[in-house]
């Protein structure tokens, strides 16, 4: 797994996509950080809520040449041939993608440190709305991934992951559209928002941070059966 991690990691600064998003993320929390700034306020609230749909949809540009890629250039079976399991594979792929995500969110560490020189910061707030988002972008990683593993076309996959994302961000509002009962109920709870949302309280809760675990174990789980079935049926 430790090889495969270092090969995507190093994937993504040989080629432009590291970069491309990187920069992309930078200049948006820039902007809203600048927003924030000439307000005169210390509430990154806004910063984070506008990042949170943001990050989601940049994530397909991390995730869709993970596995398209390698069935384009036909060097996936070279890859399941490695001495490493599928899952290690998996593995391998899904942390290098996820140590990018968290480079670029880690920029509004620092943003709340200055901040906290001109004003008073809500360092509960901050944590929550940070772990919230790391939370929600691997989950979202995961899912996108999924999408690239059966396509080895990377604009298929990124147009794929970036309707996978929608949808997910879409269940809060459907939730809103259906009237009261189970299925809203179902609705509210399934969506990426409500649970997020509760972070950016501060209120971290165990049945939020086991449901986007569970949900990204789900998608790394269908992923790596993906490998397999591909690895046997020799597609």
Request: hydrophobic fraction near 55%; proline fraction near 2%.
């Amino acid at each position: 797994m430790t090889a495969v991690f270092r090969r995507e990691l190093a994937a993504y600064f040989i080629t432009p996509i590291g970069y491309v998003y990187l920069t992309a993320f930078y200049l948006l929390a820039g902007y809203q950080y600048a927003v924030l700034l000439l307000s005169g306020s210390a509430d990154m609230a806004a910063e984070f809520s506008f990042l949170y749909t943001a990050v989601l949809l940049l994530t397909p540009v991390l995730t869709m040449r993970l596995f398209s890629e390698e069935r384009r250039q036909k060097t996936d079976q070279l890859l399941f041939s490695a001495p490493v399991t599928l899952g290690g594979i998996t593995a391998g792929k899904y942390f290098a993608a996820a140590a990018v995500y968290l480079l670029g969110i880690a920029v509004t560490l620092p943003q709340a440190a200055v901040l906290s020189l001109f004003g008073e910061v809500n360092w509960a707030l901050v944590a929550g709305n940070f772990a919230g988002m790391a939370l929600v972008g691997m989950a979202a990683i995961a899912l996108c991934m999924f999408v690239s593993a059966h396509t080895e076309s990377q604009m298929v996959a990124a147009i794929g992951g970036f309707a996978a994302v929608l949808a997910a961000l879409g269940l809060s509002s459907a939730a809103r559209l259906v009237p009261a009962g189970l299925l809203r109920t179902l609705l509210q709870e399934a969506a990426f928002y409500s649970r997020y949302y509760r972070m950016t309280m501060g209120l971290v809760r165990a049945s939020d941070v086991f449901f986007f675990a569970s949900f990204g174990g789900a998608f790394f789980f269908l992923t790596a059966r993906t490998l397999e079935r591909r690895r046997w049926g020799g597609q």
